[in-house]
């Protein structure tokens, strides 16, 4: 079980992670389509945004599991399965991004690592906005997290796959850092319910 100031470094974590993503998505975007010697620069910075996402859904998953009033067996069980699936998809997604980027040198062509690390990639992002959707659903029906951010991570499944279209994976990830911004908040302060069901991770 996480320690209440591991959950809150883990919020700051997730907070950087979406705040990174979000800052990121607009420079990768207009630097691929110009064709800029820069862009493999700036996207080698992106692979912190996973690892700021993997510390926050540790977190949240910690401290749900610390307070069974928050959950029942089924659901819980249902949450556990999400949890799983957006966490390997964060993690694939951050191999295949530490592959593109790091596999080559910026600027030159494309080697195999780079085109392998590419695919893995885009296979981790299905996952991440699948595991999204899911578990922005079930947030929503249990009433873990507040409105928006349910809604927020719910969005980020079919927004991705529209936004992937300007940059990958950058693009595919904005309304899951979007997500992540508000809950590393949340998992900062020690709220992740509504301010009428709040749990204090203490």
């Not at 599991?65 to 959950?71: F, Q, T």
Request: net charge neutral; hydrophobic share 50%; with cysteine.
């Amino acid at each position: 079980m996480m320690s209440s100031s591991l959950i809150k470094w883990s919020g700051i974590a997730a907070l950087l992670g979406g705040v990174l993503g979000i800052f990121l998505m607009p420079i990768l975007t207009y630097l691929w389509a110009s064709g800029s010697g820069l862009y493999g620069y700036f996207g080698r910075a992106y692979f912190p945004v996973y690892l700021g996402c993997i510390a926050g859904l540790a977190a949240l998953s910690a401290l749900r599991r610390k307070h069974p009033e928050l959950r029942t067996t089924d659901k819980h069980d249902d949450e556990k399965l999400i949890v799983g699936i957006t966490f390997f998809g964060l993690a694939v997604g951050m191999v295949g991004t530490v592959l593109d980027y790091w596999g080559g040198s910026p600027g030159e062509d494309f080697t195999q690592a780079q085109v392998t690390g590419y695919f893995i990639e885009i296979l981790g992002l299905l996952f991440v906005l699948l595991g999204s959707t899911l578990l922005g659903l079930q947030y929503r029906r249990t009433n873990a997290v507040p409105t928006l951010v349910a809604w927020l991570l719910i969005a980020a499944g079919p927004g991705g796959l529209l936004l992937s279209f300007l940059h990958i994976p950058s693009g595919a990830m904005l309304l899951f850092c979007c997500a992540w911004l508000v809950l590393g908040y949340l998992l900062l302060t020690g709220k992740v319910a509504p301010a009428e069901q709040s749990v204090r991770a203490t």
